[in-house]
């Protein structure tokens, strides 16, 4: 299933958030999520399926000013 | 001292996060600077998670309280979104928020400022809102739920300082109880100094001390200087005048032409 992760278009296995998560490493990372614009909790994670062409934010913290 | 939602803190110091030559440097500036906050953000994860993992814990050793921000957002939806994962990141309801409206000033946009702070804030948000010094703005800010305010001093980044004097008096005046933080655009302690003097609650830096060639010794100097500007705040400075007044007597002077 091809979609947007951080930008770059990717295919991918999923099927849910999580999945996507463990497939990149980093399941159990200090990262928060959101899909479509739209904030994921990580306690929903393992709920949400993914489509094709959603576009998919993992973050983590960073310096910032 | 500033007490920001409820919260007393020892510094008059917020301090930034990026930009130091090394993370050692960071936690030197930091000591040295007494700052009781730091600003921090989140960005794309793309190693795995490690580099977020490393900057966690930096940071968590620093002891302070952390105020993430919403850097870079130009819209509301992307701040609102960005502070949620923030939230859920740093596991605080405290956000730094900015909405910026103009790609060269960095200007905030004051109408999705406002309307982002709302709905933030009905989230169950605390909002620290990086604003202009503009009266009418920061009292919708605080209509929208916002316990402090956080006028820029001049544009982020660039040393200038506090641009708008007539505009900062006016709105410390107007707010006389809200607490209010120079966010942006200082360069030298002695602006932050004018600041303090002018009977602000606190400074936030960044780039002033992590751009300076010995960011851990800047630090010290704005901690210096933010304590002699609240010092002389509360010591009540005398009004300037236009015309000279000796301070000598000149009763008993002796007359030697």
New interface residues.
């Given amino acids: 299933m091809n979609i947007t992760l951080?930008?770059t278009l990717q295919d991918i296995a999923g099927p849910t958030l999580e999945d996507l998560l463990r497939e990149?490493?980093?399941a159990g990372?200090?990262?928060?999520?959101?899909v479509n614009?739209?904030?994921v909790?990580?306690g929903q994670r393992a709920d949400l399926v993914l489509q094709p062409g959603d576009r998919v934010?993992?973050?983590?913290?960073?310096?910032?000013? | 001292m500033p007490t920001f939602y409820g919260t007393e803190f020892a510094s008059r110091l917020m301090l930034g996060t990026a930009q130091y030559p090394s993370p050692a440097i960071l936690a030197d500036a930091f000591r040295r600077s007494g700052a009781g906050i730091a600003t921090v953000s989140v960005r794309r994860e793309a190693d795995g998670g490690e580099a977020g993992q490393q900057f966690w814990s930096l940071i968590e050793g620093l002891g302070v309280a952390l105020l993430p921000n919403t850097a870079g957002c130009h819209s509301v939806r992307e701040a609102v979104t960005t502070a949620q994962m923030a939230r859920e990141l740093f596991g605080t309801p405290w956000i730094k928020l900015e909405v910026i409206g103009h790609a060269d000033t960095l200007q905030p946009d004051p109408f999705g400022l406002v309307e982002a702070a709302r709905i933030l804030t009905e989230d169950g948000f605390q909002v620290f809102p990086y604003c202009t010094e503009d009266l009418v703005l920061c009292d919708r800010l605080l209509n929208a739920g916002c316990e402090v305010l956080m006028p820029w001093g001049a544009p982020i980044g660039t040393g200038l300082g506090l641009n708008n004097i007539y505009g900062l008096r006016s709105l410390r005046a107007h707010f006389a109880e809200v607490p209010l933080v120079i966010d942006a655009g200082l360069g030298l302690p002695s602006q932050a100094a004018h600041a303090m003097e002018l009977g602000f609650d606190a400074v936030l830096l960044n780039t002033a001390v992590a751009k300076a060639g010995d960011p851990a010794a800047m630090a010290e100097a704005f901690a210096g200087a933010v304590s002699a500007g609240a010092l002389a705040h509360q010591a009540d400075p005398m009004p300037p005048r236009d015309m000279a007044a000796p301070s000598t007597p000149v009763l008993g002077k002796a007359f030697l032409e």
């Fill in positions: 951080n930008g990149t490493g980093q990372a200090k990262v928060a999520t959101a614009e739209t904030f909790p990580a934010e993992i973050v983590a913290p960073r310096q910032g000013g």
